[in-house]
């Protein structure tokens, strides 16, 4: 069974950094195509980046430059660096992972973005 983990969130001042982990496991983690998604409170839930299975990424236009999507197969684990972040990043973000017919979602981990 596919299991995805989010750790990383939390409080964090305009400005600032945080560094969000997805731990895979249950699969073979490489052949899978990653992603960073992310949900605002009353709002629906927007892509925020994504990795394939040979590191190509692609990023919401509107995170371009502040945010930087990777992972470390060797670790079955995707980052997602999200830096001078702002009070509208304040969202749920969640981890995805597709393969075949797979496509599956961690719980997520809570990002608040607030002084």
């Known amino acids: 069974q596919v299991q995805l983990v989010e750790s990383g969130g939390g409080l964090v001042q305009p400005g600032g950094s945080l560094r969000l982990s997805c731990a895979v496991s249950g699969t073979a983690f490489s052949p899978y195509h990653m992603g960073w998604y992310r949900q605002a409170p009353g709002k629906q839930r927007e892509v925020v980046a994504t990795?394939?299975?040979?590191?190509?990424?692609n990023y919401a236009d509107s995170l371009k430059g502040r945010f930087t999507i990777s992972r470390v197969n060797a670790k079955n684990t995707v980052y997602l660096q999200m830096n001078s972040l702002k009070p509208e990043d304040t969202a749920v973000y969640s981890c995805n992972a597709r393969f075949g017919g797979m496509d599956v979602w961690g719980k997520g981990t809570l990002v608040t973005v607030s002084s």
């Open positions: 990795v394939d299975s040979f590191g190509i990424t």
